[in-house]
């Protein structure tokens, strides 16, 4: 071997076995310091005390964080059964207002809480006479309303009539009463207003004609035109003894009744029915002559009269004392007091 070949020998030679330990050493080393500088660095770890959720308890919850829940089945409330009516609940008819409506027997007419006697002059009315009060007496347990044979203010006789000092609309209206029998004699039980009172005429009538008291007459009016009045035949005759009458009026029409019973009622959707609030009145009295064609000659004794032993208005939707909430039928009264 020349000596080139033994230089470069010796520079490829092996180096020594302990080097190369320290060499992989060093490597190592410096793996491991680049794995941990470049490792993410973690947020500390902070330590916090375990909690439990809060009990609110019944008595602290307010009411608007309650929700209503219907208490009939289906919607039952947890822990109950559903009820085995399976949702039919019972219905019973809402409490009534005891209110706004009278009741008067009229004991004492001429002092009474809720009529108070007419008084002036008919001279350019179809009526025979002028009201006096003095043509209404307390008799029999009421009012009697009579019609005299006398001459006052032109006018050959003078008559009787009764008016409430407010004014009334929808509702029941109710009478014990006995009409006044002769020949040209009329009774009457009504609501009205009109130009009199600055209104409309609208009004609501029950008459008989002392003529035949067998026979019962309706009528009602509407901005002063006459509808479409009835007559019917009555099982007994009014003027024998007082009897129940009444009309209830609603928005959509009007009904009579005798004893109870209703006997007409307007036609569904009649455009007739009046509208106007009125003033309840009743009375005895007769016209003028040209008024004979209706209600028969003026042939009645003097001092014939009508009787009223009871009136009362009930309104619409309320439940007030009536006349015939003690009345005995054909018993001429109403029993002992009209108070609940």
Not at 105 to 125: E, I, K
């Amino acid at each position: 071997m020349s000596h080139d070949v033994q230089h470069n020998a010796a520079a490829w030679r092996r180096p020594d076995p302990g080097a190369d330990t320290l060499v992989a050493a060093s490597w190592l080393a410096i793996l491991v310091v680049s794995f941990l500088l470049l490792r993410p660095a973690t947020l500390p770890q902070t330590s916090h005390p375990k909690t439990e959720p809060a009990i609110i308890a019944a008595a602290d919850i307010a009411p608007a964080m309650v929700k209503a829940e219907p208490d009939f089945y289906p919607w039952v409330r947890p822990g109950e059964p559903a009820p085995t009516t399976a949702g039919v609940r019972p219905w019973s008819e809402p409490v009534k207002p005891n209110r706004s409506g009278f009741f008067t027997r009229l004991n004492t007419p001429l002092q009474d809480h809720v009529f108070s006697a007419s008084n002036h002059g008919n001279a350019d009315s179809f009526y025979g006479g002028d009201w006096v009060p003095e043509n209404i007496a307390s008799r029999n347990g009421g009012a009697f309303l009579e019609v005299r044979r006398e001459v006052r203010s032109g006018e050959p006789y003078t008559a009787a009539e009764m008016q409430s000092s407010g004014k009334f609309q929808y509702g029941r209206y109710e009478t014990i009463m006995q009409p006044a029998r002769g020949s040209g004699l009329v009774t009457a039980f009504f609501t009205y207003t009109g130009p009199w009172f600055g209104d409309p005429h609208d009004e609501i009538d029950i008459e008989f004609l002392g003529s035949d008291t067998t026979k019962i007459h309706f009528n009602y009016f509407k901005n002063g035109k006459s509808i479409k009045p009835a007559t019917f035949d009555l099982p007994f005759d009014a003027a024998s003894k007082p009897h129940l009458y009444a009309f209830e009026w609603r928005p959509d029409g009007v009904t009579w009744f005798v004893e109870g019973v209703p006997i007409y009622a307007t036609e569904a959707g009649d455009p007739g029915v009046p509208l106007a609030p009125g003033k309840v009145m009743f009375s005895a009295w007769t016209g003028k002559p040209r008024m004979e064609g209706w209600h028969g000659k003026r042939l009645f004794r003097d001092g014939a009269g009508a009787q009223f032993n009871c009136v009362s208005f009930t309104p619409l939707g309320h439940d007030t004392p009536k006349c015939s909430d003690n009345y005995r039928s054909g018993g001429g009264g109403a029993g002992s007091t009209g108070a609940r």
